[in-house]
């Protein structure tokens, strides 16, 4: 097993000498096999290992033992111990996810969290075993190339030295070595999907494949080449098809609906990643659909891709969208929507010396005098009317808006100053065309938005 793993560090670059490595130990054979490894390689490497520990405090007594156990074979081996102890039952419900995403998330932020202190690499003991049924349960989900790519032996700072290697062989080495682990009795409950795959499907598949593990771990890196090359044909499609605006990008339908199937599938995924959605292959089928005809799909809770006059985007849904409204007054600091407003007042001479010195916004500009006392900050309400300064054409906001391309979820949180329907300034567009400054303005009124 250390020559393989040794062989994995060095194709993939993973350890230099004088490292830090942060170890996830949870006590089973995988991860004390290791630590064990990265032990071997300490003194000459230079390396400093620190371990880190997360009690779930799910399984109660056997939690507090695995605790035990972790805390105690770092001492007898010299190694830095530091500690998560969380009630993830109680943490899922908080943040409405199941216990084992739960405790996943928690886990890799402790471990982040640690190895930004300690300014190191993050070694978890993934094997090819796990790889295995990591493939097997992303293709239950009708995932892309890259689901079947399975666990990358290196993301970011994460390195995983047992990736080629299978539990089987780990036992083995532990066997061998006599390296005492304990028993996580949760892994042979079928009540997580992980479990069932790997106690009732990966024994099937080693009856008709004794080395499916590897096999598999084969056509992962297979895959991986023709994925890295796909997703550089996503990204360079993307680039063309992209239209920036001052509400973020969209993406011009029509190009991104003649792609090839495979490199829109790509391409899509890869906008969803912005928001940390991972698309499955219903959603990608019902999003090239609205590319087509337009539409919107809900991709994950509150969470839409959106198809609209000839754009295609992926946005959240803003549900803080408040109906208040603020007077307009110089000298104040207002706040709307969770943004606040700085309006102050200066006359003409004094506008004209801060010119000199410095850039105005000159959308954020208006004619002071010309704003009744009536006039409040507020969102846009049904028959809202805009006159546009130099064309001098009056347009309802929801056509303004339209010719503008302003995505919809955007447009009831911008930010209007009005009085009734009339509309003298708009937030990002600037004042309509009877309250902007001019040659006979005396006195100027800036509104200065600080998000």
């Known amino acids: 097993m250390e020559n393989k793993a040794a062989k994995t560090v060095a194709k993939y670059n993973m350890l230099d000498e004088g490292d830090t490595i942060i170890v996830g130990l949870s006590g089973g054979a995988d ?9 071997s390689l300490r003194e000459k490497m230079n390396l400093r290992v620190v371990v880190c520990h997360v009690n779930h405090m799910l399984r109660g007594e056997e939690a507090d033992r695995d ?3 972790v805390r105690e074979l770092c001492q007898k081996n010299d190694v830095e111990f530091r500690l998560l102890k969380i009630d993830i039952a109680a943490e899922a419900k908080k943040r409405k996810l199941g216990t084992e995403q739960c405790g996943r998330d928690v886990r890799y932020a402790f471990f982040e969290e640690t190895a930004k202190e300690f300014q190191a690499k993050i070694a978890t003991a993934h094997t090819a075993s796990d790889n295995a049924e990591t493939v097997i349960f992303n293709l239950t989900r009708g995932c892309g190339v890259r689901g079947l790519c399975g666990i990358p032996p290196v993301r970011k700072n994460i390195i995983r030295p047992l990736i080629e290697v299978t539990r089987a062989e780990i036992e083995e080495y532990c066997k061998k070595n006599k390296y005492d682990y304990v028993t996580d009795s949760s892994n042979q409950t079928r009540e997580y999907t992980r479990n069932k795959i790997r106690l009732d499907i990966i024994p099937v598949l080693k009856e008709i494949n004794p080395s499916f593990e590897k096999t598999i771990a084969r056509m992962s ?37 003649s792609l090839d199937e495979a490199v829109f599938a790509e391409a899509v995924s890869i906008m969803a990643k912005n928001f940390d959605v991972t698309l499955e292959a219903k959603h990608i089928e019902l999003i090239r659909d609205i590319t087509k005809n337009s539409g919107a799909v809900e991709v994950k809770d509150n969470i839409y891709a ?7 985007r992926i946005i959240k849904k803003n ?20 943004k606040k407003l700085n309006i102050s007042k200066m006359n003409i001479d004094e506008f004209n010396n801060r010119k000199k010195n410095g850039n105005f916004l000159f959308h954020n500009l208006l004619d002071y005098d010309t704003i009744p006392m009536s006039a409040l900050f507020r969102c846009r309400e049904n028959g809202d009317v805009f006159r546009l300064p130099k064309r001098n054409v009056t347009k309802t906001l929801k056509k303004l808006f339209n010719e503008l391309k302003i995505p919809k979820e955007q447009r009831d949180s911008i930010i209007v100053l009005a009085d009734g329907s009339d509309i003298f300034w708009i937030e990002g567009i600037g004042a309509d065309a009877n309250h902007g400054i001019n040659d006979k303005t005396k006195n100027v009124a800036l509104i200065e938005l600080d998000f």
């Open 31 to 39: 991860s004390c096999a290791l630590l064990h490894f990265l032990i």
């Open 319 to 338: 549900e803080n969208i408040f109906s208040e409204t603020v007077p307009f007054c110089s000298g104040d600091t207002v706040v709307i929507n969770n």
């Open 67 to 69: 605790e035990a156990f």
């Open 306 to 312: 959106v198809s609209e006059q000839g754009y295609l």
């Open 221 to 257: 890196r297979n895959l991986k080449c023709n994925a890295d090359y796909l997703y550089s044909q996503a990204k360079n499609s993307l680039s063309k098809a992209r239209a920036k605006t001052s509400y973020g990008d969209i993406y011009k339908a029509e190009i991104l609906y």
